[in-house]
């Protein structure tokens, strides 16, 4: 209650707020994330997941879905070495991955602070090893370095139409 305030635990109780999205028997809700250095994420305002450098698997109970969504990365990087953040949310079974949206061009993530607020976030080279997640590209902000927040907005009718897409790859 203390990380998720009375307010939120009230609007995730709100029938009139969620989409009545009903993910069949066997599926799950599932983002995959990686950041080079470090990143938070949230859905709806509400912390979902972090990441330092490690590939994480973070399964999103459905009542955390409303009809209109945002999720939102919070990034920084600590080593001004490199810096990158891939994602990507999928709706999972036995037989893989159906994409609702990753971290690739065209897919509407942009920049969520600072001066370059609203600009698409753009994929940039990551000359280290990268993680497999699916149809996911490595972004950051306009800056090579330090913090960014990034956003992309998507309807429950995205996860909807993903459920009923074929699976694009087995997770080992």
């Known amino acids: ?15 009139s707020i ?3 999205v009903i993910l069949p028997q066997g599926m799950r809700l599932v983002l995959l994330i990686w ?6 994420l949230y859905l709806n305002g509400a912390p979902v997941g ?3 450098l490690t590939p ?6 459905e009542i955390y879905l409303e009809s209109e969504n945002l999720l939102t990365a919070r ?7 490199e810096s990158g953040f891939m994602a990507g949310l999928y709706v999972e079974d036995d037989a893989g991955l159906r994409p609702v949206l990753t971290t690739a ?9 600072g001066t370059q607020q609203g600009i698409a976030a753009p994929e940039i080279f990551y000359s280290h090893t990268q993680p497999d997640i699916p149809g996911a590209k490595v972004m950051w902000g306009p800056q090579l370095f330090g913090n960014v927040d990034l956003q992309i ?19 080992l």
């Open 1 to 15: 209650v203390r990380i998720y305030s009375a307010e939120r635990l009230t609007r995730l109780a709100d029938p």
């Open 18 to 20: 969620t989409p009545g």
């Open 35 to 40: 950041a080079d250095d470090e990143a938070r």
């Open 50 to 52: 972090e990441t330092r």
């Open 56 to 61: 994480t698997r973070i399964e999103i109970p």
């Open 75 to 81: 990034c920084w990087d600590t080593d001004r070495v």
């Open 105 to 113: 061009d065209g897919q509407g993530w942009e920049v969520a602070s």
């Open 153 to 171: 907005r998507f309807a429950a009718a995205d996860v909807s139409r993903a459920v009923r897409r074929p699976p694009e790859k087995a997770m």
